[in-house]
């Protein structure tokens, strides 16, 4: 980073699937843009070119396409991707990046859902990532059923992860659930069964709270 250069911030949506995170990236996205900050949008797995035909891989097929551990690899080999080109130039630039799914997702779809475990994919994290963090974690709440409900009515057919069974389902909320206990100064959990804009306006005063110079 040039010296007196400002660092950018790096904002990541989590949840379940219907749980509204593109909606509320947008919706904050648009928010920021209106503070001056430049806002990079971006997702997981996806956000740069490499990263995105990984994604072909990750979100098509049969459920059972892949073992807990290859999926969770093939996740972080996106990521890396991602963080390489989009979004560490992004904040070394000084922009806001704001990121629909991060490595939440892989612990809560990969350790919990799959039953990986937090040590496998934390040990992938220290590996690949380091010792980068989010600047702050919104997650998304709602029922399980409202949320397969809600992804339903939008695609026919819905992705592999949507056609995974309730239980795993059960076990990935209850996975958010967790890492937003355990990381509390960094999550934020965010009940998401209101209206969007209802939804957003917990969000901005959850990133309102959270960065102070969005006050001045």
């Known amino acids: 980073m040039t010296p007196g250069a400002v660092r950018g911030k790096f904002i990541t949506f989590e949840g379940g699937e219907g749980a509204g995170k593109s909606t509320q990236v947008a919706l904050l996205a648009e928010a920021l843009r209106q503070t001056g900050r430049t806002v990079l949008e971006t997702r997981e797995p996806g956000g740069s070119e490499g990263a995105e035909q990984i994604r072909e891989l990750l979100v098509h097929g049969e459920t059972g396409r892949w073992d807990p551990c290859t999926e969770a690899l093939l996740h ?3 990521r890396r991707e991602h963080l390489r080109q989009s979004v560490f130039p992004a904040i070394e630039a000084g922009d806001w990046v704001i990121c629909d799914r991060f490595a939440d997702s892989t612990m809560a779809y990969q350790g919990y859902g799959h039953g990986l475990g937090r040590d496998a994919v934390e040990q992938l994290y220290a590996l690949v990532v380091g010792d980068f963090r989010p600047d702050l974690t919104l997650i998304l709440d709602l029922e399980v059923e409202d949320g397969l409900r809600r992804a339903a009515s939008r695609a026919s057919g819905g992705d592999r992860y949507e056609r995974m069974d309730v239980d795993f389902h059960e076990r990935l909320r209850a996975g ?27 969000v901005w005063q959850a990133v309102a709270e959270h960065f102070t110079e969005l006050a001045a």
């Open 76 to 78: 972080f080999a996106a």
């Open 176 to 202: 958010f659930r967790d890492i937003a206990k355990l990381e509390p100064e960094r999550c934020r959990l965010i009940n998401a069964t209101g209206e969007p804009k209802s939804v957003h306006r917990t």
